[in-house]
């Protein structure tokens, strides 16, 4: 009679994508050809998302890896706030910060970086097999000509 385990028994087994293994058949055995690594992002690419938010008028950003392999090649978008537009002074700046944080890691790391940058008005579903890799808190804008301003006792601010 054979035993039969149920998944309860493995709770780690299939909860944990970063340790799945693809094993590829050989005639002398199987062997492991391919461990599945989740991507991750270097930390200055972590601090260049929170400082692009910043940026009058940016709602939020989120960086994306577009090859699964690749974490070099990164799209920043920046949403904008609802009816926004970046001054040429705002765009320089976010160019600047981005070209600065790219070049700053090919310094560190002797690898080559690829960074691009793009205003989107809203985020869309990302393509079959990019990844997001950073992504950053809604942020208010620091002008309230962007919100209507609501009577009450507490000076609040509503989004329209």
């Known amino acids: 009679m054979t035993a039969t385990r149920s998944l309860k028994e493995f709770p ?9 293994k693809k094993y590829q058949y050989s005639p002398s055995s199987l062997a492991v050809s391919h461990s599945f690594k989740a991507l991750t992002a270097p930390v200055e ?6 400082e692009l938010a910043k940026v009058d008028g940016v709602a939020q950003v989120r960086a994306i890896a577009s090859r699964p392999e690749e974490i070099h090649w990164i799209e920043f978008e920046l ?3 609802p009816e926004t537009e970046l001054d040429d ?3 320089d700046k976010i160019q600047d910060l981005v070209i600065d944080c790219e070049w ?3 310094d560190k790391t002797n690898e080559k970086w690829y960074f691009d ?3 989107v008005e809203k985020f869309f579903r990302i393509k079959n097999g990019a990844k997001v890799v950073a992504l950053s808190g809604i942020s208010l804008s620091r ?10 006792s507490r000076n609040l601010f509503v989004l329209v």
């Open 12 to 20: 780690n087994l299939i909860s944990n994508p970063e340790s799945w």
């Open 45 to 50: 690419v972590h601090k260049l998302v929170q």
């Open 79 to 81: 949403e904008l706030h």
């Open 89 to 91: 002074e705002s765009w």
């Open 104 to 106: 700053d890691l090919r």
């Open 117 to 119: 940058e793009k205003i």
């Open 143 to 152: 002008s309230t000509s962007y919100y209507n301003k609501v009577k009450s």
